[in-house]
């Protein structure tokens, strides 16, 4: 599971070079900060449509939205909209502040009354627990957060080791409990982290929130967390370069998407220890990371689908994550090893997702 690197942030004004700046050192996750300033372009797409564009740091990453439409002014009223959705959801499901609903069950271990939207979350990762045997599993924060607090040497593997066993008694998304509008823990000392599905899910209703508005092309990129509608305009699809984990610009591949998704998930972001064995991909078996993979990407109808398959792929051996994907309708997957070998889905050659 993901650890996320979903911490505070001061509010800033940023001009296009800070901005740049930053979204190439900022990890992957979900954080509980405010919006920064947007920077914004609009130009003429062609003869109909503007093309109007905002970035900003949120939830913890680069996150960039791209409309078009007839008038420019409602383009950035949607994506204004959009914005604010992110911020308030983020704030809503971020683990890192105290007085989110999502902190409170962490501290509390029982929350009465749970918001809509962590309620659907939890019971979205249990479905995925469900469907993958065990390894997409939520409960494996108390073993993030110890690495996190304290990073592990290669010389301190017998400590790691004892730790992480105390550890995964208590990492079970069976022991979480759901009864009506509350959520408990049934053992003392679990916590759970939403950071391998709630970007995903944050990205959809930005979206929605772009749909109201009428907006019918739009293409939203957050940290790698892609959600596209209508293509370009004119039967054009979005094109998306899938980001290659050894960031030398030799992209693994290009997909054509008009409504859909792409996730990729992957080892290169955030380490806890300095031979970079231990990432923020955590195995809820073992309390280590797979090592098998460098990135994993997925293609699906949602980017909340996207996210959390393609962290679930992350801990699946190649045939079981295919056999996974492979069985769920308009999914798609492609796999990077560590050796640079790549893993297909059926369907993944010649994808153009509509």
């Known amino acids: 599971m993901h650890t996320g690197a979903f911490q505070p942030m001061k509010q800033a004004k940023l001009d296009r070079r800070d901005f740049i700046k930053l979204s190439g050192i900022l990890g992957i996750g979900l954080a509980?900060?405010?919006i920064s300033a947007p920077v914004a372009e609009a130009v003429r797409f062609d003869n109909q449509l503007y093309k109007v564009s905002k970035s900003a740091i949120g939830m913890g990453t680069f996150v960039s939205i791209t409309v078009l439409d007839p008038s420019r002014d409602h383009a950035e009223e949607a994506i204004a909209e959009a914005f604010q959705e992110i911020?308030?959801?983020?704030?809503?499901?971020?683990?890192?502040?105290?007085?989110?609903?999502?902190?409170?069950?962490n501290q509390s271990q029982v929350l009465k009354n749970a918001p809509t939207e962590l309620l659907f979350l939890v019971e979205k990762s249990l479905h995925y627990h469900e469907i993958s045997h065990g390894f997409f599993d939520i409960t494996v924060k108390p073993v993030l957060d110890a690495f996190a607090q304290s990073p592990i040497d290669q010389g301190d593997v017998s400590l790691a080791n004892e730790t992480i066993a105390r550890l995964l008694e208590v990492v079970d998304s069976r022991l979480i409990s759901l009864d009506g509008s509350a959520i408990a823990f049934k053992r003392d000392g679990m916590g759970i982290t939403l950071d391998g599905?709630?970007?995903?899910?944050?990205?959809?209703n930005a979206i929605q929130k772009l749909m109201q508005h009428g907006i019918q092309h739009a293409l939203l990129n957050a940290g790698g967390d892609i959600r596209t509608i209508g293509g370009k305009g004119k039967n054009r699809p979005w094109k998306i370069a899938i980001e290659d984990p050894f960031?030398?610009?030799?992209?693994?591949?290009?997909?054509?998407?008009t409504n859909g998704s792409i996730a990729t998930s992957g080892n290169y972001e955030v380490f806890f220890d300095r031979e970079k064995v231990l990432h923020h991909i955590i195995n809820p078996k073992t309390g280590l990371s797979p090592l098998i993979y460098t990135s994993v990407s997925v293609a699906a109808p949602t980017a909340m689908e996207a996210d959390a398959l393609s962290t679930t792929l992350f801990l699946l051996d190649p045939?079981?994550?295919?056999?996974?994907?492979?069985?769920?309708?308009?999914?798609?997957?492609?796999?990077?090893?560590?050796?640079?070998?790549k893993i297909k889905?059926?369907?993944?050659?010649?994808?153009?997702i509509s």
Request: charged residues 25%; glycine residues 6%.
């Open 32 to 34: 509980a900060c405010p």
């Open 319 to 341: 045939t079981r994550g295919m056999r996974l994907v492979n069985a769920l309708p308009h999914c798609e997957s492609l796999i990077i090893t560590r050796n640079q070998y």
């Open 197 to 204: 599905i709630a970007k995903g899910f944050i990205v959809d």
């Open 345 to 352: 889905s059926n369907g993944w050659e010649g994808i153009s």
């Open 247 to 257: 960031k030398k610009r030799n992209y693994p591949d290009t997909i054509a998407i």
């Open 87 to 105: 911020e308030r959801l983020s704030k809503l499901l971020s683990r890192y502040d105290n007085e989110t609903p999502l902190s409170q069950l």
